[in-house]
């Protein structure tokens, strides 16, 4: 069983494929001591959500071993234990067809209403969220209220605060917000890492200055890696 500790993680000497035709990690290693974030950065098709998608057990990796709180996720914990102290915002939100309370609510089911509404606050969704006429109890999804690509990954952000997980697992949407828009999702997301265990997939400036290491990738491969400033 995984106990959420400190949430410390390690990559060690990491490969994996996909497909047997082309190896898409190649001797992965890194660590992230707990409460402190790690930024990835590099061209797409590097492997950047690979690392994201290995950490949360959508794929065993080929050989090396992911590491965390000193257990090897692959074979010394449950997926379920594993997946209980991490929260993900993924690069594309994918919302269910259910109530947008729901849906932050999946965060934790058993959440009072008065957290789910603090969680859209501190994800800063709230204030659009009572401007539908049904509020919270609107449905989204394909016969829903259809939300843009920021304000799906708000609701996972709000998601993600209300879990308040060990680990946090973000890879940021590469689509172009305003202005206002990037500086209010990169205060949820602050606010959201703050002594939390983090690995991020960067695409803004402010989270890579933000980080306490960068890792660079090509061709999934760790090139380079330091902090902003050394870089
Ligand atoms: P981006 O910045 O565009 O999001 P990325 O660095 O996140 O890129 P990955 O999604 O990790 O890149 O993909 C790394 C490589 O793995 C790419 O060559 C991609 O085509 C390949 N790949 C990703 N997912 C799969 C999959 N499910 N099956 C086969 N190949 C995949
Ligand atoms: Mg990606």
């Known amino acids: ?34 409460g402190k974030t790690v930024a990835l950065v590099g061209p797409s098709g590097s492997g950047k959500s690979t690392i994201i998608k290995l950490l949360f057990r959508f794929y065993d990796v080929d050989s090396g071993s992911i590491v965390i709180d000193g257990y090897n996720i692959k074979n010394q914990v449950t997926q379920e234990s594993l997946r209980a102290i991490i929260g993900v915002v993924p690069q ?30 501190g994800a800063d969704i709230h204030d659009r969220i009572v401007t539908f006429p049904q509020a919270y109890d609107t449905v989204v999804g ?17 998601r993600t605060l209300l879990k308040a997980p060990t680990v946090i697992l973000l890879d940021e949407a590469t689509s172009a917000l305003d202005t206002h828009t990037e500086r209010n999702i990169q205060e949820s997301l602050n606010k959201m890492c703050v002594n939390r265990t983090s690995v991020v997939v960067a695409h803004r400036l402010s ?14 491969e760790i090139v380079e890696r330091g902090r902003h400033a050394d870089l």
């Open 142 to 158: 394909e016969r829903g209220l259809r939300l843009s690509g920021g304000e799906k990954q708000r609701v996972a952000i709000a």
């Open 207 to 220: 989270t890579i200055i933000g980080a306490d290491e960068i890792l660079v990738l090509k061709d999934g």
């Open 92 to 121: 594309d939100t994918v919302l269910f067809n259910q109530t947008i309370k729901y849906n932050i609510q999946y965060g934790r089911i058993t959440a009072e209403d008065a957290e789910i509404i603090e969680a859209a606050k």
């Open 1 to 34: 069983k995984l106990l959420p500790k400190g949430g410390g993680i390690e990559f060690n000497n990491v490969n994996f494929n996909y497909t047997p035709e082309k190896t898409i990690l190649k001797n992965v290693s890194f660590s992230v001591p707990p």
